[in-house]
């Protein structure tokens, strides 16, 4: 089946540093999606990015999609952006969503 | 803006008990899908539903029943609860397939 594998698992920061993520897929994504999941809380979706870059705020996703690797960047990171991200692909005729086991991250003041 | 919301926020049942968790949205969307989330695996789908009475089989669906019986509810029932389970479970809907989700704030499940 589809594998999704998201590096690093778990990224301790300072306040301000820049955090990059990376998401690598096993088979061709129809759908990509980036979400965010607060400690103890539900999952946002950040980005729908199958292809290309995509902006909002501090974030960046960037997918290239024939290469099978999606980043999210986080810039100037702040102590709030403390949580996990998720990457979740949709590969070919596959309806179903397959989630990364995500990247926890920390953001000290 | 709509909302999706799940009940109960906590759960905790009894080894073999029959459990059922129950999901409502009112963006009037199609599909509707439930994950299990355990720490450190990621999200793993149970069961999704692509409209009203549809029912598909996820990865996990072993162990646990499904019911679409209107478009705005998705219930699932864990059939047997294992001792020492614990889980979130988290309910999920979007417009159609392969668009844009939207969660639920999960329901968190212990079996003692």
């Known amino acids: 089946g589809q594998q999704v594998q998201q590096s690093p698992a778990s990224l301790v920061l300072q306040e301000g540093e820049n955090a990059e993520l990376q998401c690598n897929f096993s088979?061709?994504?129809?759908?990509l999606q980036w979400f965010y999941q607060h400690p103890g809380g539900r999952l946002v979706s950040l980005f729908y990015?199958?292809?290309g870059t995509k902006h909002t705020g501090r974030l960046t996703s960037t997918t290239v999609t024939n290469e099978r690797r999606s980043s999210l960047h986080i810039s100037s990171s702040q102590t709030t952006d403390s949580g996990t991200y998720f990457c979740?692909?949709?590969?070919?005729?596959?309806?179903?969503?397959?989630f990364g086991k995500g990247t926890l991250l920390t953001v000290t003041p | 803006g709509g909302i999706i919301t799940q009940t109960p926020k906590f759960l905790i049942g009894q080894e073999g008990q029959k459990l059922t968790l129950k999901c409502q949205q009112n963006?009037?969307?199609?599909?509707m899908y439930w994950y299990r989330q355990d720490s450190g695996k990621g999200l793993r789908l149970i069961y999704y539903?692509?409209?009203?009475?549809?029912?598909q089989k996820g990865d996990l669906s072993e162990g646990y029943d499904a019911s679409r019986e209107k478009k705005s509810s998705f219930s699932l029932t864990v059939t047997s609860a294992q001792k020492n389970e614990m889980a979130v479970f988290l309910c999920?809907?979007?417009?159609?397939?392969?668009?844009?989700?939207?969660f639920g704030s999960g329901t968190r499940l212990l079996v003692i």
């Open positions: 999920a809907s979007s417009i159609r397939q392969n668009s844009d989700y939207t």
């Open positions: 979740a692909i949709v590969g070919g005729s596959n309806y179903k969503l397959t």
């Open positions: 088979s061709t994504a129809t759908r």
């Open positions: 539903s692509i409209t009203e009475n549809d029912l």
């Open positions: 963006f009037n969307h199609d599909t």
């Open positions: 990015n199958p292809s």
